[in-house]
């Protein structure tokens, strides 16, 4: 007879590579949660962030899954765990490492379990923070090698770094992210500009809570729902509002739901992104498998790190690759 699941759970911290701004505020360091669950001498892992504008915080989300030990040691297992705990940071990193069990236990991948292809590389955006225009022009000529810039805007002087990003990167694909930091106004006046620059998406331009003005505006070029969008229960509210749905598993709650709300999302007729938060080559690992025919791949984490964790991803010239098995899956 099985033994029940042994937990593990601790914060990670991973320095980045240097000041990360988006509308909201900076931080020098990426804190993750990271949980270990071991059965019949093997162990899966999964990571999450804990996001403060969804009120979690590292503590609060160890707390919620220290508080499932005796459960788990019981036999909650992964779709027991869909109904036990909401969407979030906490049930993320436990459905990824109930994945991540599954497959050591089973000796396959993750993809094999879930009945999907094989997945291959995708090609990620890479972000450039909020910074002044001046530094934003440097860094976009730093990366203009890269096929996809994401720039994190959402402030007085929008248009001017923009303008620098464009001139420093003349070739590469540009899409935008607000961070909620638009009026409906303030979005008008910028969508042409952003147009004329080339600019071919922009993610969140309003905040969730305020979003509705959406509906009645022109959307020259495609919008994307980010904080407005967590899980399936959220697409009845963003059909008619936005063209794309960024999925992110600190969102879903992991990658159970994340693949049901792709899935959900592609019949409503709305495109696909696939993001993430600053966090380790373990988080981004399984939303590599979400992130397969997706229009836009946002798995750049590692990249904005000053270390990372033990068999790391592979960036390359064809995006970012799967994880081999000793990382996860």
Excluded at 44 to 72: F, K, N, Q
Excluded at 184 to 204: D, H, I, K, N, W
Aim: net charge negative.
């Amino acid at each position: 007879m099985a033994k029940g699941i042994a937990l593990s759970v601790a914060e990670t911290v991973f320095p980045l590579a240097e000041v990360f701004t988006i509308s909201r505020g900076s931080k020098t360091e990426a804190r993750t949660v990271t949980v270990t669950l071991r059965q019949d001498g093997h162990t899966g892992m999964g990571e999450c962030v804990p996001y403060a504008r969804y009120g979690e915080t590292v503590e609060s989300v160890i707390e919620t899954i220290s508080s499932l030990a005796g459960e788990l040691a019981s036999g909650l297992d992964r779709r027991a765990l869909q109904t036990r705990l909401p969407a979030g940071a906490a049930r993320n990193a436990l459905d990824c490492a109930f994945w991540d069990l599954q497959a050591k236990q089973a000796g396959k991948r993750v993809f094999e379990i879930a009945d999907l292809k094989r997945p291959g590389p995708v090609i990620t955006a890479f972000t450039l923070s909020l910074e002044a225009p001046e530094i934003m022009r440097e860094k976009a000529r730093e990366n203009a090698h890269r096929p996809l810039l994401k720039i994190k805007l959402g402030g007085e002087g929008d248009l001017e770094r923009l303008e620098a990003v464009r001139s420093g990167a003349p070739d590469a694909a540009i899409i935008v992210d607000a961070n909620e930091g638009w009026s409906p106004e303030s979005y008008a006046a910028l969508a042409p500009e952003m147009l004329r620059l080339g600019v071919t998406m922009v993610e969140q331009p309003l905040p969730a809570n305020d979003d509705g003005a959406l509906a009645a505006m022109e959307r020259p070029l495609p919008v994307c729902a980010d904080e407005s969008c967590h899980d399936r229960a959220s697409l009845a509210s963003l059909v008619g509002k936005y063209d794309m749905v960024n999925i992110k598993l600190d969102k879903t709650g992991g990658l159970t739901e994340a693949l049901a709300l792709k899935q959900n999302a592609q019949a409503a007729g709305l495109q696909i992104m696939v993001g993430c938060m600053v966090a380790s080559s373990l988080a981004m690992a399984p939303a590599v498998l979400v992130a397969q025919g997706a229009q836009i791949v946002d798995l750049d984490g590692p990249l904005l790190l000053a270390e990372d964790r033990q068999h790391p991803l592979l960036y390359d010239a064809e995006g970012v690759h799967p994880s081999t098995s000793e990382l996860w899956g």
